[in-house]
């Protein structure tokens, strides 16, 4: 996990590649191009870029329009603003009517960290897996960010893809295999089991790792879509380990925790913590030192664990 790669930057390279397999693929920006780097799609197509301005819900009616027509738009700005600004046609047009749209929000979570609360994006999966017709798909690395960009193009129906900006560790390489719903279980354990998404997959692993020199062995799993989600996986774990944590770089209420827990609650009860935002806005600053501050962190996801592991029968 040395090697480092900007997610933001995997996505606007694999953007062009499938431009150039996929003539019915069209982008559309909100003036945050050099940002989402779909600007790179730009350059190289220009008569497939659409950069809208700061008008976001425009943006995502104009990318229903496209989706009618045949042609596959992605819709890019900066998470808080998907949902924040583009929330009704998102909703109306797009979920309602079950579009062919692929909504890119990138800055996700707490990775816009200098802008602080204002482009913070800590409640974007609980809108977008309230929709119904909505697929919600979080990705942890750049390896994973080109597969699940190339998996939603072939995908019929809306997607939201959530995109750090930041630069993380490289988790997986080409043998890993991307499936929209599947989980992946990337490490072994029967103690207890860390759901991890996102940026905080690479945390989980940081964090199995210090637990294992405690003598306790835990079983990680990526949620990358955590809707439609992997029950099938999440009840075997819970079966075979007997106590879950979850980490997410999102608010405790409405995203991955609760997403599992409302299927573990139905299908096979174990003890639960939850490692994300504390319903709190987070203010502005140097990016891991937020994390660190709002419980994002390794350490913190071992913490929960003990406590966890004590509550088992």
Excluded: W
Aim: hydrophobic share 45%.
């Amino acid at each position: 996990m040395a090697d480092k790669k900007a997610i933001r930057d995997a996505y606007g390279e694999v953007l062009v590649k499938i431009g150039r397999e996929n003539k019915n693929v069209v982008v559309l920006d909100a003036d945050v191009a050099s940002s989402s780097k779909s600007i790179l799609f730009g350059k190289e197509f220009p008569d497939r870029f659409f950069n809208v301005g700061i008008a976001e819900a425009n943006m995502a009616a104009m990318a229903a329009g496209l989706a009618t027509t045949g042609k596959i738009p992605f819709v890019n700005t900066f998470a808080a603003f998907m949902v924040l600004r583009a929330a009704d046609p998102i909703r109306s047009l797009i979920s309602y009517t079950n579009l062919n749209v692929k909504l890119a929000g990138t800055y996700a979570g707490l990775s816009d960290s200098y802008d602080g609360a204002s482009h913070h994006a800590i409640a974007d999966i609980a809108f977008m897996r309230a929709l119904p017709n909505m697929t919600v798909i979080s990705v942890a690395d750049a390896v994973e960010t080109e597969m699940a960009t190339r998996a939603v193009v072939d995908y019929k129906g809306p997607v939201y893809l959530r995109l750090s900006r930041a630069e993380v560790p490289i988790i997986f390489d080409t043998s890993y295999n991307f499936e929209i719903g599947k989980g992946v279980q990337l490490t072994d354990g029967n103690d207890v089991t860390i759901v991890a998404t996102g940026y905080m997959v690479q945390k989980a692993l940081e964090a199995a790792d210090q637990l294992k020199a405690k003598g306790i062995k835990a079983r990680v799993v990526n949620i990358h879509t955590i809707k439609p989600i992997d029950k099938e996986l999440l009840v075997k774990c819970a079966q075979e380990t007997g106590a879950v944590v979850t980490a997410e770089e999102h608010n405790i209420y409405g995203g991955l925790g609760a997403a599992v827990a409302e299927v573990l609650t139905k299908e096979y009860p174990v003890p639960m913590e939850y490692v994300g935002v504390q319903d709190v806005f987070a203010e502005s600053g140097d990016y891991e030192q937020l994390l660190k501050k709002y419980g994002l962190s390794a350490e913190n996801i071992v913490y929960k664990v003990e406590s966890v592991v004590k509550r088992k029968k």
